[in-house]
Nanobody, 123 residues
Framework: QLQLVESGGGLVRSGGSLRLSCAVS????????IGWFRQAPGKGREGVSC????????NYRGSVKGRFTVSRDNAKSTVYLHMNSLEPKDTGVYSC????????????????WGHGTQVTVSP
C-alpha cells in the first residue's frame, strides 16, 4: 500500500507562486505515475498534470501549461508541482494520486490518493 501526503498549499495573491509537494511512502507494484488534481468550490475534480516516474515525462492541462511545472525526486519519493503566475481560477483543493500510467495530463486508474492541500489565490 501507499500513503500520499500533500503539503505546500496556502493563500497567495494573483501572480504569485507556490510549490506543492506530494510525499509518497510504502510500496506497491505497478506504481509508475503520479498525477495532480484540483477541485474548485462547487465544481468537479479535474486533472492538472501527470508525471511518469520512470522517464520523467510530463503532461499538463491546457489552462496551466507554461505556468505549472511538475517534477519528481525519486530518491525522496516526492513529486512537486511548481505553480507560477497563479490566478484566482486556480483556487481549489489540490490532491495527488498514483496509478499505472499517465493518459495525457491525467493519471489513469487512480489507486491511492492524498487528502489534499488548499490553494487560495486572491485577486
Amino acid at each position: 500500500q501507499l500513503q500520499l501526503v500533500e503539503s505546500g498549499g496556502g493563500l497567495v495573491r494573483s501572480g504569485g507562486s507556490l510549490r506543492l509537494s506530494c510525499a509518497v511512502s510504502g510500496s506497491t507494484p505497478g506504481y509508475h505515475a503520479i498525477g495532480w488534481f484540483r477541485q474548485a468550490p462547487g465544481k468537479g475534480r479535474e486533472g492538472v498534470s501527470c508525471i511518469d516516474r520512470r522517464d520523467g515525462s510530463t503532461n499538463y492541462r491546457g489552462s496551466v501549461k507554461g505556468r505549472f511545472t511538475v517534477s519528481r525526486d525519486n530518491a525522496k519519493s516526492t513529486v512537486y508541482l511548481h505553480m507560477n503566475s497563479l490566478e484566482p481560477k486556480d483556487t481549489g483543493v489540490y490532491s495527488c494520486a498514483t496509478g499505472p500510467e499517465c493518459r495525457a495530463w491525467v493519471v489513469a486508474d487512480q489507486d491511492y490518493w492524498g487528502h489534499g492541500t488548499q490553494v487560495t489565490v486572491s485577486p
